[in-house]
């Protein structure tokens, strides 16, 4: 039996995979191509991000201000005045989605099925996303001396953590290869 054919669910999931996260980082980059990066206009879902942590610090009893940066293509977030922290396109988990949904279509089911669990995956991380903004924000106003932990080891093993989790339910549960 040759590898190929013995190996081949495998490879089926890694053509799946790969060609929807070339796909849809394709559509990500022809949309970023949209703004300007000379003039430092950064993009809308970064904006949408910023503003959303920035209305529900506010909600803390914290006074949350968010302006664009002067210099670079990010958002500057203060927190009762003080500057915090820099939002930039990166912070906005559109790469962390993008990653999620090619997974879940390389396992896909029924489009329809597929298409739900992946718009409710990247509702469930933006909230999520939004709320790690939030948090790492306070973080950094009330603890800036744990602020490479926060950033660097605590949020991202939250957010890559939850996206494990939505893995396993869809393959346990939803996935052509749930077990009925």
């Known amino acids: 039996m040759s590898v190929l054919k013995k190996n081949r669910p495998f490879f089926i999931f890694l053509l799946k995979f790969g060609a929807a996260y070339v796909v849809f980082s394709l559509i990500y980059w022809l949309y970023l191509n949209q703004f300007d990066a000379e003039k430092f206009e950064p993009d809308g879902i970064t904006y949408l991000a ?56 390389a396992f896909s089911s029924t489009f329809k099925k597929t298409a739900l669990f992946i718009l409710a995956g990247v509702v469930i991380l933006h909230v999520l996303n939004i709320i790690r903004i939030m948090l790492l924000c306070l973080g950094f106003y009330y603890l800036p001396e744990h602020k490479a932990l926060l950033h660097d080891i605590v949020f991202p093993l939250f957010i890559y953590g939850v996206v494990f989790i939505l893995w396993i339910i869809w393959v346990q549960k939803f996935s052509v290869n749930a077990v009925k």
Do not use: W
Request: net charge negative.
């Open 50 to 105: 910023a503003s959303q942590a920035e209305a529900l610090t506010d909600l803390t009893g914290n006074n949350a201000v968010i302006y664009p940066h002067e210099s670079e293509n990010s958002y500057r977030f203060l927190v009762n005045g003080k500057r915090v922290a820099r939002i930039v396109e990166g912070c906005n988990a559109v790469s962390v989605m993008i990653l999620f949904a090619a997974f879940i279509v």
